[in-house]
T-cell receptor, first 116, second 110 residues
């Protein structure tokens, strides 16, 4: 049963603590993405990775870090430098074909992070 | 960069048609997508349209694309309570990125 898993579904942390959100996919997709969702603001891209051991900043990368050591895993760390980390975080993946712009992204169920 | 805009809220009665609108700025966007998000869940792709098409129909869903005005719409025929969700328009951006709109919350009333 292929798909993307994110854990945990709900996460609570104290202000000033780093926290790592998990994202795993078994779709054999090359590309993976992290988005942040806030009410009325849609999805904003934090980081993305097109291939193992490579990743790029998205539109709101400050205060976040990622790694891509394995094709199936793309964990996101929310650091204490992120000023307003409470949000819903979504991970996605896609299979890109070089030179072909179609980019259907498959999403995980999301992690709701609350910083107290 | 690409900018994608949608209205935030739409309310329709069960059985009526819903029309959700979206505008985008990058005329080179080759694919445009509609995603659905149910409460507390991730997004699911509903349908997409290639930029050389004007219309695409898939069961109750009709997508219209006006490239000149950079306007995309999603029509849901015979709207049901199960269609209540947030609908996101997205456009192919640079590299591997998609640009998403703010999302339109569709409320279906009895």
């Amino acid at each position: 049963d292929g798909g993307i898993t994110q854990s945990p579904k709900y996460l609570f942390r104290k202000e000033g603590q780093n926290v790592t959100l998990s994202c795993e996919q078994n779709l054999n997709h090359d590309a993976m993405y992290w988005y942040r969702q806030d009410p009325g603001q849609g999805l904003r891209l934090i980081y993305y990775s097109q291939i193992v051991n490579d990743f790029q900043k998205g539109d709101i990368a400050e205060g976040y870090s990622v790694s891509r050591e394995k094709k199936e895993s793309f964990p996101l760390t929310v650091t204490s430098a992120q000023k307003n980390p409470t949000a819903f975080y979504l991970c996605a993946s896609s299979q890109r074909v070089a030179g072909f712009p179609y980019n259907e992204q498959f999403f995980g169920p999301g992690t709701r992070l609350t910083v107290l | 960069g690409e900018d994608v805009e949608q209205s935030l809220f739409l309310s329709v009665r069960e059985g009526d048609s819903s029309v959700i609108n979206c505008t985008y700025t990058d005329s080179s966007s080759t694919y445009l997508y509609w995603y659905k998000q149910e409460p507390g869940a991730g997004l699911q792709l509903l349908t997409y349209i290639f930029s050389n098409m004007d219309m695409k129909q898939d069961q109750r869903l009709t997508v219209l694309l006006n490239k000149k005005d950079k306007h995309l719409s999603l029509r849901i025929a015979d709207t049901q309570t199960g269609d209540s969700a947030i609908y996101f328009c997205a456009a192919t951006g640079t590299a591997s990125k998609l640009t998403f709109g703010t999302g339109t919350r569709l409320q279906v009333t009895l």
